[in-house]
């Protein structure tokens, strides 16, 4: 249950942001341009959350640096493209308009008022290009410039980072395995950080300039209500595990990421399991409880932003196998089977589409028959040519790849059907010979060879599954975080059970529902919303009058 109003407040601030991501600094800094005091709790030691850890791209239509680049985006192609997307599956229908409208102007306004900038990741391309709502050539996604670390002093040194990304921007090849070697070793050199660390160290900067306090290793746990039901602190923990009760004489800002790690919740919510989180570990829904406990109303709470995890067993994060993104299933000579060995899902799709296949229900055999791990197959050709994982073309197979010299012996050893398995792959080879994949469409979708005008095509996206020897991969279902959690207004503030505005309570990224339903409209399509939300939430809390919460004893 939610704290009541106790006899001391350890400490009175205008606003409380609960999480250091994109969403809770854009929201700090929003508030604290409105004059109210912030203060930021971190539950981690590290700062930056999900988005640090991230690529740090944001999805924002008709914005300041598409113009600049000569790309031609309205305001009624936005529109008409992510109702496309979501199919009319979204908790609020107003907010298709509210994000279109206001992305951009969080982006101008960091831009003005921030050292936050960005650049076009060219060449990449839109996810969905392939449709016909969608951009033709160029993407509404940003590209973190580079940062200098230095610039934070000692902060610099608590901001997460994701051991996969080199120091490359997304167009340098930061989150597809860029090897310019000597631009890496430059950067590292002279703590230059890019991608997510790069937007938290830049927002970070912008935090620091303000003022904004910061709290690290310091969990919120309740949140204290008065009376009528209204916001008015948090009850948080210290680094010596003691309680602290810290008054918002205006608000408190949920942005403190989803639930993906917390099991209970996710059986409790979600139409599958999440095995394998892609987000570092932490984001156990501290924000969700709390403002279920507050009588939140909850929105879009069956999903997440699914992604299909593989590992590479020898590689740890936070004493954890690391689940990881890079796969090359998007690769010629690879298919995707389950334990039948049949394939059942176009390999190519965007990481958030291709999982929603994992939970097709069977209503005859009374089973999930594409239930991770799956197995994606493939041969020697593929090897050679791509990195799949952490494997480098030309580099010796290591022992933990599952590896035959026949397709039955490797059906065997990974335990799927071997003459499912070995039909399947006949009827690969013949479409290829054919030029075209007749059973889930190959070769058809932009985001299967996004860098590519026109996207997928037979020759870079089919080829025969025929050399030995034939290794297989599991693939797990996995996600960047979840997707649903309190429902919000048109600023940010949260609504309760009955409908009404629960006082002093906001809540914005993976913390709040997801804006768009299940749609991730393309690169950064989930932090886009998520500053965004958290732009709208902290221009909001931050201009409210101040509310008096002082107890009669309080010492402030």
């Known amino acids: 249950m939610p704290a009541k109003k106790p006899n001391q407040w350890h400490e009175e601030v205008d606003v409380i942001v609960l999480g250091t991501g994109g969403a809770a600094f854009t929201a700090a800094i929003l508030a604290a341009d409105q004059g109210a005091d912030v203060l930021m709790l971190e539950k981690a030691n590290q700062i930056g959350g999900t988005t640090a850890f991230s ?45 279109v409208d206001n992305g951009h102007k969080m982006i101008d306004y960091l ?42 002093g ?15 921007t997304l167009a340098e090849g930061g989150a597809i395995g860029g090897v310019d070697f000597n631009k890496i070793a430059e950067r590292m050199e002279n703590n230059i950080v890019t991608m997510g660390r790069s937007l938290i160290a830049s927002l970070l900067k912008g935090a620091l300039d303000r003022d904004i306090k910061i709290k690290n290793n310091t969990p919120g746990k309740e949140l204290v209500l008065d009376d009528n039901g209204a916001v008015i602190g948090v009850v948080a923990e210290d680094e010596a595990g003691e309680k602290i009760y810290i008054g918002a004489r205006k608000g408190v800002v949920l942005a403190s990421g989803g639930y993906e790690w917390n099991q209970e919740l996710v059986k409790t919510f979600l139409k599958a399991p999440i095995t394998h989180p892609m987000s570092p570990p932490g984001n156990e829904g501290d924000g969700l409880i709390m403002a279920m406990e507050a009588g939140a109303a909850l929105g879009n709470m069956s999903e997440a932003w699914w992604y299909p995890s593989m590992q590479d067993p020898t590689m740890e994060y936070e004493d954890r196998i690391m ?82 010299n026949t397709l039955a012996e490797l059906a065997d050893i990974i335990g799927v059907d071997a003459e499912g398995l070995e039909q399947s792959v006949a009827r690969w080879n013949a479409q290829c010979e054919q030029g075209k994949d007749t059973d889930f469409h190959r070769g058809t979708t932009q985001f299967e060879n996004l860098l590519a005008d026109g996207g997928g095509n037979a020759e870079a996206n089919l080829g025969k599954i025929e050399k030995a020897p034939f290794y297989a991969v599991p693939v797990n279902l996995g996600a960047l975080g979840t997707n649903g959690g309190p429902r919000i207004d048109e600023n940010g503030q949260v609504i309760s059970l009955r409908g009404n505005k629960i006082e002093g309570l906001y809540a914005a990224g993976n913390a709040a529902m997801g804006i768009l339903g299940t749609a991730y409209a393309g690169a950064g399509g989930t932090i886009g919303p998520a500053m965004t939300v958290g732009y709208l939430a902290g221009k909001h809390v931050g201009s409210v009058p101040a509310r008096n919460i002082k107890s009669e004893q309080s010492v402030n």
């Open 323 to 404: 689940n990881q993104t890079g796969s090359g299933r998007m690769g010629p000579n690879s298919i995707i089977v389950n334990k039948y060995g049949k394939r059942f899902v176009h390999e190519g799709t965007t990481y958030n589409d291709l999982p929603r296949a994992f939970y097709e229900y069977d209503p005859v055999k009374l089973e999930y028959p594409n239930e991770a791990p799956v197995w994606m197959v493939f041969d020697q050709q593929l090897k050679d040519s791509q990195m799949i994982i952490t494997m480098m073309p030309g580099e010796d197979a290591p022992d933990w790849l599952d590896r035959a």
């Open 55 to 99: 690529g740090g791209v944001p999805w924002i239509p008709v914005n300041r640096y598409m113009k600049e680049a000569g790309i031609e985006d309205t305001r009624e192609d936005a529109i008409a493209f992510l109702e496309r997307l979501t199919l009319g599956k979204v908790p609020d229908p107003a907010y298709i308009e509210i994000y």
């Open 154 to 168: 000692e902060w610099g040194s608590l901001i997460r980072q994701n051991p996969l990304f080199p120091p490359l």
């Open 111 to 152: 831009h003005e008022n921030t050292p936050v900038r960005f650049e076009m990741p060219v060449p990449f391309n839109e996810y969905y290009g392939h449709v016909d709502e969608a951009l033709k050539k160029g993407t509404r996604s940003l590209d973190p410039e580079p940062f200098d670390l230095n610039l934070v």
